[in-house]
């Protein structure tokens, strides 16, 4: 299972950490998805982490604002969120790629372990 935390109220142009612990099982051989949801629309792909290699991807609306990383001894998979907009509002959720270890897309049918998500709003 996966835990996401971090998740708050911050204003435009602000940064949020979020978090996503493993427990039951080691994160260091998978490929790591962060997903987010907002309100009346479709689960989307944000950014991936190869956890093996640190190899890493982003969607277009995430590149040179969010970073990801990770922390193997830690079991942990982090989201740094900057520049924050409100169209970054959702519920942010991460999850793990079933089958291999790449980050070669972000379909929600090829991730397993999702978490309850944590909420990002982002307004004034």
């Known amino acids: 299972q996966l835990v996401e935390s971090g998740g708050g109220l911050v204003q435009p142009g602000g940064s949020l950490r979020l978090s996503c612990a493993a427990s039951?099982?080691?994160?260091?051989?998978?490929?790591i998805g962060w997903f987010r949801q907002a309100p009346g629309k479709e689960r989307e792909g944000v950014s991936c982490?190869?956890?093996?290699?640190?190899?890493?991807n982003y969607v277009d609306f995430a590149k040179g604002r969010f970073t990801i990383s990770r922390d193997n001894a830690k079991n942990m998979v982090y989201l740094q969120m900057n520049s924050l907009i409100p169209e970054d509002t959702a519920v942010y959720y991460c999850?793990?790629?079933?089958?291999?270890?790449?980050?070669?897309?972000?379909?929600?049918?090829?991730?397993?372990?999702w978490g309850q998500g944590t909420q990002v709003t982002v307004s004034p």
């Open positions: 999850a793990v790629r079933r089958g291999d270890n790449y980050c070669s897309g972000y379909s929600i049918y090829e991730y397993d372990y």
């Open positions: 039951g099982f080691s994160l260091g051989y998978f490929a």
């Open positions: 982490i190869r956890t093996s290699d640190g190899s890493t």
